[in-house]
Nanobody, 122 residues
Framework: QVQLVESGGGLVQAGGSLRLSCAAS????????MGWFRQAPGKEREFVAT????????DYADSVKGRFTISRDNAKNTLYLQMNSLKPEDTAVYFC???????????????WGQGTQVTVSS
C-alpha cells in the first residue's frame, strides 16, 4: 500500500508562484516514476508533469512547459512541483500519483493522494 500526502496549495494572484509537495510512504520511492495531475471543476483529471525514478527524465504537458518544474528528493521520499507564472486556468485540485514504471509516463498508476487546491485569481 502506498500513501501519498500533498501540501502547498493555496490562493495566489496571476503571475505568482507556489510549490507543491507530495510525501510518499509504503514503497521504495526511487523504484517508481511519479507524476502530477490536476482536475478543474467540471473537467476531467489531466496530466501535468512526470519524473522518472532517479529524476533523470521529465515530461510536461504543453500547457505548463516552461512555467512548472517537477523534481524529487529520494532521500526524503518527497515529490515537488514548482509552479511559476501562474494563470487563472491553472486553478484546479492537484494530485500526485505513483506510476507503475520507473520511467516517465503520462498514464497514472493506481495510487493517488487526497489532492491540494490551487486557486489563481486574475
Amino acid at each position: 500500500q502506498v500513501q501519498l500526502v500533498e501540501s502547498g496549495g493555496g490562493l495566489v494572484q496571476a503571475g505568482g508562484s507556489l510549490r507543491l509537495s507530495c510525501a510518499a510512504s509504503g514503497r521504495t520511492f526511487d523504484n517508481y516514476g511519479m507524476g502530477w495531475f490536476r482536475q478543474a471543476p467540471g473537467k476531467e483529471r489531466e496530466f501535468v508533469a512526470t519524473i522518472s525514478g532517479f529524476g533523470t527524465y521529465k515530461d510536461y504537458a504543453d500547457s505548463v512547459k516552461g512555467r512548472f518544474t517537477i523534481s524529487r528528493d529520494n532521500a526524503k521520499n518527497t515529490l515537488y512541483l514548482q509552479m511559476n507564472s501562474l494563470k487563472p486556468e491553472d486553478t484546479a485540485v492537484y494530485f500526485c500519483n505513483c506510476l507503475t514504471t520507473i520511467n516517465v509516463a503520462r498514464t497514472p498508476g493506481n495510487y493517488w493522494g487526497q489532492g491540494t487546491q490551487v486557486t489563481v485569481s486574475s
